[in-house]
């Protein structure tokens, strides 16, 4: 009987540390759109057993490589902030470090997202196949926002090096 409380209580410390990271502060000012992200790193189970890095604070961004008998999973997560109008977010995001497919082709997913007036903050993620192959690959955001109340566009444009250990 003891046991059962102890084991909740253990879990519920386990998921309060892992989700202790949260969403990234934003860098630019409120307001802004903006894309910020986190980077985790686990196995098939649980992608986002380990901390990597984050857009804010910066710290340099490291993940193991996969092995033929453990493979390595990373989860990614993208947060879109709005503009303070409806804001459409609209682009690509290249992930270096996952590999797809027989080729081993770096992952390129696409963005298209679009945050309503009164929605301050969106997400969406990517998950796959650390690479074998240690060394520094990139993670590419290119995107272009339009604020439709205002029909302004902004680019934003990010290249983060990523090191596969």
Not at 21 to 29: D, E, N, S, T
Not at 77 to 100: A, K, M, P, S, V
Request: proline residues 8%; charged residues 20%.
């Amino acid at each position: 009987m003891r046991t059962r409380p102890i084991t909740v209580v253990t879990l519920a410390l386990t998921l309060a540390a892992s989700c202790a990271r949260g969403v990234p502060k934003p860098a630019g000012a409120p307001g802004t759109p903006q894309i910020s992200w986190v980077l985790m790193y686990g196995d098939s189970d649980n992608p986002d057993r380990e901390f990597a890095c984050q857009s804010e604070p910066r710290t340099e961004c490291v993940v193991p490589s996969s092995k033929p008998d453990a493979q390595v999973f990373s989860d990614t997560h993208f947060y879109y902030r709005g503009g303070g109008t409806e804001t459409r977010y609209e682009g690509t995001i290249n992930i270096g470090y996952l590999r797809q497919g027989p080729a081993a082709e770096p992952h390129t997913s696409r963005i298209n997202v679009t945050l309503k007036k009164n929605e301050s903050i969106t997400n969406s993620s990517v998950t796959g196949i650390v690479a074998s192959t240690p060394g520094t690959y990139t993670l590419t955001i290119s995107a272009t926002t339009t604020a439709t109340d205002a029909s302004k566009t902004q680019s934003i444009r990010e290249s983060i090096p990523v090191i596969v250990k």
